[in-house]
C-alpha cells in the first residue's frame, strides 16, 4: 500500500491531509494563502517535525505567489515578513526554521521576483524529495536495531503523517517489518491529543503491522513484565549534545527503560539537529491551551473553570537515549562530536 501523503504541491497550492480529522475521515485542505497554512500549523492540521518544515517551505513559495509588485526590494521585504510569520507559528521544532533559513537564502541572493518566485517552489520541492530519501536511510539504518523483532514501544506519531515519506521511527519499524522480523508493535495513546490513538495505530492498521494501542500510563507495567523489547521515537529537535526534545510523556518512557534495561532509540532527519545549542536547557517549549487537556475534540472532559498545564514536548536528556539514528547513520555516545560530523 502507497505511503499516505499529508501533503503535496499542485497547480501552485499547497494541498493538506487534515490530521485533525483522522481517522474518522480523510479530508483534503487546499492551500493557496500562507496565512492559513499558518494557521493549519497551529491547529495541528500538519504536525510533525520534518511535515511542518516542508509545509513552512512551501508556504514561503505561497507568500511569494500573492505577493503583486514590481519592486523588487517591496518584495524581497514582504516575504521576510511571511517569513517571519511562519517562524511565529510554533517555537519547538527545529525543522521548520530550517527550512525557512534555506528559504531566506533565495530570497536574499535573489535578482529578479519571477526567478525568486520559481527558485522559492523549487527549493520546497527539493526540501520534500530531500525527507522522502532521508526517510528511507533512516529506515535502513535503523531496521538493523530491530533484527531479533519482539515488542517495539513507539510514543506519539513518527510515520508518514509526520514526514511527507515513510516516516521516522514508524519508518524503521516498518522496515524492520517488511524485512520479515517479528515486529508487534505498542503504540501509546500520547495525551492529550492522541497522536498515537488516532495517527499511529491509523498507520500501523493500514500497513498491516500487528500492533496493540495502550495508554500512556501502561508502560511501565508493560516493561516490569518484560513485554518491550525496545522503545524507539522521533523528535523535534536535538541539541548537540545529543538532548532531545520530543512529544510529551517521552522523557518518562526514556526514564523507564533505562531502569529495565531497554534500549531507547531517537530517529530523526539531520534537519532536526539544532548545533547552535548546547543542550536541551536551551530548547523551547511550546505551551499549548490548557482546553487540550480538559476537553477533547469540544466535549469537556474535566470541570469547568479549572487550571490545566499543557507542554507539548519534553526534554530527554541523552545519558537515556541508546542511540540516535539518522540518514547519516547510528550514532552512539558522544554525541556532541559525532552528531556535529553528521553535518560538515
Request: glycine share 8%; hydrophobic share 40%.
Amino acid at each position: 500500500m502507497p505511503e499516505l501523503q499529508p501533503l503535496k504541491w499542485e497547480n501552485n497550492r499547497l494541498i493538506l491531509l487534515d490530521q485533525t480529522r483522522l481517522p474518522g475521515r480523510e479530508c483534503y485542505l487546499k492551500i493557496s494563502d500562507y496565512k492559513d497554512l499558518v494557521a493549519a500549523i497551529k491547529r495541528l492540521a500538519v504536525r510533525g517535525a520534518p511535515a511542518i518544515g516542508i509545509a513552512a517551505a512551501y508556504g514561503t513559495a505561497l507568500g511569494a505567489l500573492e505577493t503583486e509588485t514590481d519592486s523588487l526590494r517591496l518584495f524581497k521585504n514582504r516575504l521576510n515578513k511571511v517569513i517571519g510569520t511562519l517562524w511565529r507559528s510554533r517555537p519547538t521544532a527545529r525543522n521548520l526554521f530550517w527550512a525557512l533559513e534555506r528559504q531566506q537564502k533565495i530570497i536574499a541572493r535573489g535578482e529578479g521576483i519571477s526567478r525568486i518566485r520559481e527558485d522559492l517552489i523549487r527549493e520546497a520541492v527539493k526540501i520534500h524529495q530531500e525527507q522522502i530519501l532521508s526517510d528511507e536511510q533512516i529506515s535502513r539504518f535503523g531496521a538493523a536495531l530491530l533484527n531479533d523483532g519482539g515488542t517495539i514501544l513507539t510514543h506519539c506519531n513518527a510515520g508518514a503523517l509526520a514526514t511527507g515519506g515513510c516516516g521516522t521511527a514508524l519508518g524503521i519499524i516498518k522496515k524492520a517489518f517488511e524485512d520479515g522480523h517479528p515486529i508487534h508493535v505498542m503504540a501509546t495513546e500520547t495525551r492529550p491529543l492522541l497522536q498515537g490513538a488516532r495517527l499511529t495505530a491509523f498507520e500501523l492498521k493500514r500497513a498491516g503491522i500487528p500492533f496493540t494501542l495502550i495508554t500512556d500510563s501502561m508502560a511501565g507495567t508493560f516493561m516490569r513484565q518484560a513485554k518491550i523489547q525496545a522503545v524507539i521515537t522521533g523528535a523535534d529537535r536535538i541539541a548537540r549534545n545529543g538532548d532531545t526534545a520530543n512529544k510529551i510523556g517521552t522523557y518518562t518512557l526514556a526514564v523507564l527503560a533505562k531502569e529495565h534495561g531497554i534500549p531507547f532509540y531517537i530517529a530523526a532527519p539531520t534537519s532536526t539537529l539544532d548545533l547552535s545549542i548546547y543542550s536541551g536547557k536551551e530548547i523551547i517549549i511550546e505551551e499549548r491551551s490548557a482546553e487540550e487537556v480538559t476537553s477533547f475534540q469540544g466535549v469537556k472532559s474535566a470541570p469547568k473553570g479549572i487550571k490545566a498545564a499543557n507542554p507539548s514536548f519534553d526534554i530527554t536528556p541523552h545519558e537515556y537515549i541508546t542511540a540516535i539514528v539518522t540518514e547519516k547513520g547510528i550514532v552512539r555516545g558522544q554525541y556532541h562530536t559525532e552528531l556535529a560530523r553528521q553535518v560538515e
